[in-house]
């Protein structure tokens, strides 16, 4: 007599299980010096910037707020912000995550729905805690 | 007959196999805009601080930078640096080094040798990405 058994399906890990949210944003017209006070305030890195409807339209990190040092620029946050922004969503699989972050040389990305509206934020940092013991 | 195979053994990943090396460090009496050219120079997010025999004495990140311009502060590196620095090692697990920035909040730790002197940098986007596909 032969018996099935379910195959044991390794569980896939999605990027809503380890994402930020809600997420902290910006908008577009906010100073340099404001960006960096809602970094620091937080303690956290990366900024996804906003409308009014709350679609993603660009993001500002520490990293963008260091260049602007190192240029000596002052001005808002759409003069330093990257506008071509790396996304992924609340379904994807995290290795997917890792992958994108991994080939843009970035540390983290927004999580949009299908509206293109922020719901969250996925970081290497979220990612490396899945590797902590 | 009882045949004895060896158990397969999980391999042990350590910080070595996964660090940036040689790490690029900065002294204590450079400006916060040099700090901030450097970090920007190579695409990267923490700095070390050593002194002129190469030990480390301090950490300084594109967030202090950050919070340095929310403060309207300029100085030196070492009026902003972090100076109770979380390391590794070389032979660390990387579960551990995983676990110490989780713990602490922080996305890299300086890798240093028995002597203090800075070895490497190891981050959560290099932890990340073992996780890529
Ligand atoms: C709380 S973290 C959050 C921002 C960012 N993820 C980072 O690692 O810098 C920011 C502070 O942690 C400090 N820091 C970063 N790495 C550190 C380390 N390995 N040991 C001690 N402090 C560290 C920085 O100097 C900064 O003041």
Redesign the interface.
Known sequence: KEVFKPMRQKEIKVVKSVMSSPPITISPEAS??E???I??EN?I?HLPVVNEKGELIGIV???D??????R?KVGKVEDIMTRKVITTTMEEP???A??K??QH?I?ALPVVDKDNRVVGVV???D???????
Chains 1, 2 share one sequence.
């Open positions: 340099i010096e960006a960096a006070k970094l620091i303690e890195d990190t520490s990293w707020i260091a260049r602007a040092v190192a000596g995290i290795e997917i890792a992958r972050m991994e040389n540390s970081s290497s940092e990612l490396s805690k899945l590797l902590a013991r």
